[in-house]
């Protein structure tokens, strides 16, 4: 069964860190981009991050630059977002994905619209 299962959300104080996982199972990612995505209560899913399948590239959104950094373990099938420096507006539902597409979609900051594959999600609280 081919799917992405996200860990490691959870509830952090402004300033904090977390590091979010990405596990694929029943496929291989090495010819994938795999993406973060996040969806704040009575917000739209947006992007937040995206590697391309060798992890030579990285995007972010202008929201995390600078805090946030994606990395992959290909031989692992998995995917990382090391978070820092959390702010209120980070709390969100974290979801990775990816496409069958490979890495044509992965070339500036992600667009949530078309992808193929998603997690369920790994909940980010930023309280005080």
């Known amino acids: 069964q081919v799917q992405l299962v996200e860990s490691g959300g959870g509830s952090v104080q402004p300033g904090g860190s977390l590091t979010l996982s990405c596990e694929a199972s029943?496929?291989?990612?090495?010819?994938?981009?795999i993406g973060w995505f996040r969806q704040a209560p009575g917000k739209e899913r947006e992007g937040v991050s995206c590697?391309?399948?060798?992890?030579?590239?990285?995007y972010y959104s202008d929201s995390v630059k600078g805090r946030f950094t994606i990395s992959r373990d290909n031989s692992k099938k998995m995917v990382y977002l090391q978070m820092n420096d959390l702010k209120h507006e980070d709390a969100a539902v974290y979801y990775c994905?990816?496409?069958?597409?490979?890495?044509?979609?992965?070339?500036?900051?992600?667009?949530?619209?078309?992808?193929?594959?998603w997690g369920k999600g790994t909940p980010v609280t930023v309280s005080s």
């Open positions: 029943g496929f291989t990612i090495d010819y994938f981009a």
């Open positions: 590697i391309t399948y060798n992890g030579r590239s990285t």
């Open positions: 994905a990816t496409d069958w597409r490979g890495s044509s979609w992965c070339k500036g900051p992600p667009g949530p619209s078309g992808l193929d594959i």
